[in-house]
């Protein structure tokens, strides 16, 4: 059963990698297309976690919100800070923070573990003399 496992961590390693490729493709290209506009903080949304920040932005006069999610934290943002923001050309409801994290954070869930169960695939052979 290990050895089945062994075999196989190169191919979900692999997926993964290719998974990722994929999301720096998506992630180029709606970061190339996408329109810059500000937004601004209108709310910090309290739960056990901490606080989400709320981002609202305008587009030809009608308002979008979004919440930003990975920069949960224990402070709350300052209400009416500006943040850059871009938004999918003809579907402003697809928005995201104009920052490295957001642009990036796909890419790197997939290019973490990959890179992690390739390490383990070349080390755990050693290990367990498999």
């Known amino acids: 059963m290990f050895s089945l496992f ?17 999301s720096a493709f998506r992630a180029l290209l709606f970061w190339k297309t996408a329109p810059t506009v500000i937004g ?12 989400t920040p709320i981002i609202a932005f305008s587009v030809q006069g009608k308002e979008y919100r979004f919440p930003v999610v990975i ?13 850059r923001v871009r938004y999918q050309v003809g579907n402003p409801a697809q928005a995201a923070l ?3 994290l957001h642009r990036w954070r796909s890419v790197i869930l997939f290019a973490l573990p990959a890179a ?3 390490v383990v695939w070349l ?4 290990l367990f003399r498999v």
């Open 123 to 126: 080390i755990l052979p050693r």
């Open 40 to 51: 601004h903080v209108v709310e910090n949304r309290e739960d056990s976690e901490g606080y």
């Open 116 to 118: 992690a169960l390739f």
């Open 6 to 22: 062994l075999s196989l961590l190169p191919w979900i390693s692999l997926a993964l990698a290719v998974g990722a490729l994929l």
């Open 98 to 100: 104009d920052d490295s």
């Open 71 to 83: 920069h949960r934290g224990s402070e709350p943002w300052p209400i009416g800070s500006e943040r």
